[in-house]
T-cell receptor, first 116, second 112 residues
């Protein structure tokens, strides 16, 4: 199979602090990972594309200084929400692409972030 | 920019009824995928279609890819309460830098 994990599954933090979310491909190497944000009962919104060993590519309207992405290895990408505010509260989902095929994308279980 | 229009966005039906969800685009996709997502979980892949005119069946679910590979549909026969969830279509194209393009999602509620 192709399993992607995320850690933590949920996190509560205080306004102004930073929080890091990890995305790991457990049984395959992923040169490309994707980070999505999702609001209740809505579709996934792509935030950024993370490529191993290079800078992430952010979608229009996503603040790269606020959402720091690091793809340090072929099995790990991290998303750090810096100086979090209540409006950053959301469900964050990562996916990892196995190989070159676009459809070979496998999703993590998501991380629920609540900023108080 | 490629877009996928998914409809309807909300659907509430009784158990036993049939339903169809549509995904339409003016652009061609090399592949199209359907996912089901439950609250608090990541999307789970149901099917991938890659050939124009392709029809795939997964128990009571039938998926179709349009001949021109611009649209797709998901038909559920005799819906059950366990089918309740968010259904998402997503298309892949080399024109989008390897990204998946998602439709708006369909929130399905099947009542007993």
């Amino acid at each position: 199979g192709a399993v992607v994990s995320q850690h933590p599954s949920w996190v509560i933090c205080k306004s102004g602090t930073s929080v890091k979310i990890e995305c790991r491909s457990l049984d395959f190497q992923a040169t490309t990972m994707f980070w999505y944000r999702q609001f209740p009962k809505q579709s996934l919104m792509l935030m950024a594309t993370s490529n191993e060993g290079s800078k992430a590519t952010y979608e229009q309207g996503v603040e790269k200084d606020k959402f720091l992405i690091n793809h340090a290895s072929l099995t790990l990408s991290t998303l750090t929400v810096t100086s979090a505010h209540p409006e950053d509260s959301s469900f964050y989902i990562c996916s990892a692409r196995r190989g070159a095929e676009i459809r070979e994308q496998y999703f993590g279980p998501g991380t629920r972030l609540t900023v108080t | 920019t490629q877009l996928l229009e998914q409809s309807p966005q909300f659907l509430s039906i009784q158990e036993g009824e049939n339903l169809t969800v549509y995904c339409n685009s003016s652009s061609v996709f090399s592949s199209l995928q359907w996912y089901r997502q439950e609250p608090g979980e990541g999307p789970v892949l149901l099917v991938t279609v890659v050939t124009g005119g392709e029809v795939k069946k997964l128990k009571r679910l039938t998926f179709q890819f349009g001949d021109a590979r611009k649209d797709s549909s998901l038909h559920i026969t005799a819906a059950q309460t366990g089918d309740t969830g968010l259904y998402l279509c997503a298309g892949g194209s080399g024109n989008q830098g390897g990204k998946l393009i998602f439709g708006q999602g369909t929130e399905l509620s099947v009542k007993p």
